[in-house]
């Protein structure tokens, strides 16, 4: 049953991020609130359901984006990897793991995009990408971070509260 | 006699005194009289005020706090009321240019869609509509707003819809210079800009010059407005000019668009030859 707040809690993750993170751009880049709060939630102690959400967080942004599917699910999958390592390496710096996870998560999944976008025929130049979407989207990932590791630490406490009290 | 002499004596002082009254001659006792009376009424009324703002003050700023509370709450439900009216009239002013435009334009039928929401992906220049196939929307119909073209349908679900916008890097358009008579492609970029490709070094440009959709290819109807050129770059090594294209739509302010319902596209791609 605790899984099944991975619904509700992507679904409007990703309605936020497609009404109101997506327009509020730098350059051409955006944050990604979605692979924030994945991050955030695989980075906690006592989640065992980081994959599943990685899963989810793939399908939805295979159904709602125009990115070829594979690309985000992907990068979903790898992040949640990377982040449940990092977890077991850097336990005690939490902050740093989750600026560590955003730093490379995000790196992550625009080259996934890049290189599926280039695979599909968009002709995308690197430079490009990395002037007008990756460091603005990387600036403002960090701006979020903190923000969402906490928010996804309070709701870790609220679903799983008897690992927390032991 | 007696009571009447002093009878007479009192009646000639107070006569005296009235006179001498009359005549001015006690101007500067009655001054310093009326001034001392004044200040001992001021005095009086100012304690009086006082005890009674002191006995009367904390139900008085009670209920100066209470009111106060209330106009608060009503000067934010009004300030809200003015956002909602104002958010009305932008819509308002935007569906009558978008009627305008249809109107203007009787050859193709459209409906109108609200813009709720932006692709997840920043790669992506796509947006999502609120009208799907349950409207009559297909895949490939073009999408413009009253100032000109803005993309087409790229996926269709039951009520909802997504536009791949013109500046889409995976956007190409075939467009006619509208001064030049000569053909290009319009090509979108990850920055959102414009720019023309295969635009030979001898066709005319100048700054300023109109695009239209030249309908070449099927994609999109002939000469809906696409954008003017806003800057040319030749360079003799290079086979094609280097042209950017500003567009006439914002799409950054884009609320509600209109989808030309009565064009079908043309898949080209079975006859495209590839090597």
């Given at each position: 049953?605790?899984?099944?707040?991975?619904?509700?809690?992507?679904?409007?993750a990703?309605?936020?991020?497609?009404?109101?993170?997506?327009?509020?751009t730098?350059?051409?880049?955006?944050?990604?609130?979605?692979l924030l709060?994945l991050?955030?939630?695989?980075l906690?102690?006592?989640?065992?359901?980081?994959?599943?959400w990685?899963?989810?967080?793939?399908?939805?942004?295979?159904?709602?984006?125009?990115?070829?599917?594979?690309?985000?699910l992907?990068?979903?999958?790898?992040i949640v990897g990377?982040?449940?390592l990092?977890q077991?390496q850097?336990?005690?710096?939490?902050?740093?793991?989750?600026?560590?996870?955003?730093l490379?998560?995000?790196?992550i999944?625009?080259?996934f995009s890049?290189?599926a976008?280039?695979?599909?025929?968009?002709?995308?130049?690197?430079?490009?990408?990395?002037?007008?979407?990756?460091l603005?989207?990387?600036?403002?990932n960090?701006?979020?971070?903190f923000?969402?590791?906490?928010?996804?630490?309070?709701?870790?406490?609220w679903?799983?509260?008897?690992e927390n009290?032991? | 006699?007696?009571?009447s002499?002093?009878?007479?004596i009192?009646f000639?002082?107070?006569?005296?005194?009235?006179a001498?009254?009359l005549?001015?001659?006690?101007?500067?006792?009655?001054?310093?009289?009326?001034?001392?009376?004044?200040a001992?009424?001021?005095?009086?009324s100012?304690?009086?005020?006082?005890?009674q703002?002191?006995i009367?003050l904390?139900?008085?700023?009670?209920?100066?706090?209470?009111?106060?509370?209330?106009?608060?709450?009503?000067v934010s439900?009004?300030?809200?009321?003015?956002v909602?009216?104002?958010?009305?009239?932008s819509?308002?002013?935007?569906?009558?240019?978008?009627?305008?435009?249809?109107?203007?334009?009787?050859?193709?039928?459209y409906?109108?869609?609200?813009?709720?929401?932006?692709d997840?992906?920043?790669?992506?220049?796509y947006?999502i509509?609120?009208r799907?196939?349950?409207?009559?929307?297909?895949?490939?119909m073009?999408?413009?707003?009253?100032?000109?073209?803005?993309?087409?349908?790229?996926a269709v679900?039951?009520?909802?819809?997504?536009?791949?916008?013109?500046?889409?890097p995976?956007s190409?358009v075939?467009?006619?210079?509208?001064?030049?008579?000569?053909?290009?492609?319009l090509a979108?970029s990850?920055?959102?800009d414009l720019?023309?490709?295969?635009?030979a070094?001898?066709?005319?440009?100048?700054?300023?010059?109109?695009?239209?959709t030249?309908?070449l290819?099927g994609?999109?109807?002939?000469?809906?407005?696409?954008?003017?050129?806003?800057?040319?770059?030749k360079?003799d090594?290079d086979?094609?000019?280097?042209?950017?294209?500003?567009p006439?739509v914002?799409?950054?302010a884009?609320?509600?668009?209109?989808?030309?319902?009565?064009?079908?596209?043309?898949d080209?791609t079975?006859?495209?030859?590839?090597?």
């Open positions: 049953m605790r899984n099944l707040i991975a619904f509700p809690v992507l679904t409007l990703f309605i936020l991020q497609m009404s109101i993170v997506r327009r509020v730098l350059l051409s880049g955006a944050a990604d609130l979605p709060l991050a955030a939630w695989a906690q102690e006592e989640v065992a359901s980081a994959w599943l990685a899963l989810l967080a793939g399908f939805i942004s295979a159904f709602v984006s125009g990115l070829p599917p594979l690309a985000p992907t990068a979903y999958l790898l990377l982040a449940r990092i077991r850097v336990w005690r710096l939490p902050v740093l793991a989750m600026f560590t996870v955003t490379l998560g995000t790196l999944l625009h080259l890049f290189l976008l280039q695979i599909s025929g968009s002709p995308i130049s690197l430079g490009d990408t990395l002037a007008f979407i990756t603005p989207g990387l600036f403002l960090f701006l979020l971070a923000p969402a590791y906490a928010a996804m630490r309070d709701l870790a406490t679903v799983y509260p008897s009290l032991l | 006699m007696k009571d002499a002093r009878i007479a009192l000639l002082i107070v006569a005296g005194i009235l001498l009254a005549g001015g001659y006690f101007g500067f006792i009655s001054q310093r009289f009326n001034v001392s009376l004044v001992v009424q001021a005095w009086v100012t304690r009086f005020v006082a005890i703002e002191f009367t904390p139900r008085e700023s009670a209920s100066l706090i209470r009111r106060n509370a209330e106009l608060e709450a009503e439900r009004l300030q809200a009321q003015v909602q009216y104002k958010q009305q009239v819509q308002t002013e935007a569906l009558a240019a978008l009627v305008n435009f249809s109107r203007s334009n009787p050859e193709s039928s409906t109108a869609a609200s813009v709720i929401g932006r997840p992906s920043p790669f992506l220049h947006i509509i609120d799907g196939s349950a409207d009559g929307l297909r895949r490939g073009p999408v413009v707003t009253e100032k000109g073209l803005v993309g087409r349908i790229d679900i039951a009520n909802a819809a997504r536009i791949q916008l013109i500046t889409d995976g190409s075939n467009v006619r210079l509208e001064k030049a008579g000569r053909e290009a492609a979108g990850v920055s959102g720019s023309l490709e295969l635009l070094q001898d066709v005319p440009v100048e700054t300023g010059d109109i695009l239209l030249s309908g290819g994609g999109y109807p002939p000469d809906l407005i696409v954008g003017q050129v806003l800057n040319i770059r360079r090594s086979l094609f000019q280097q042209v950017t294209i500003q006439v914002d799409f950054s884009l609320k509600i668009v209109l989808i030309i319902t009565d064009f079908r596209p043309v080209i079975p006859l495209l030859q590839i090597p």
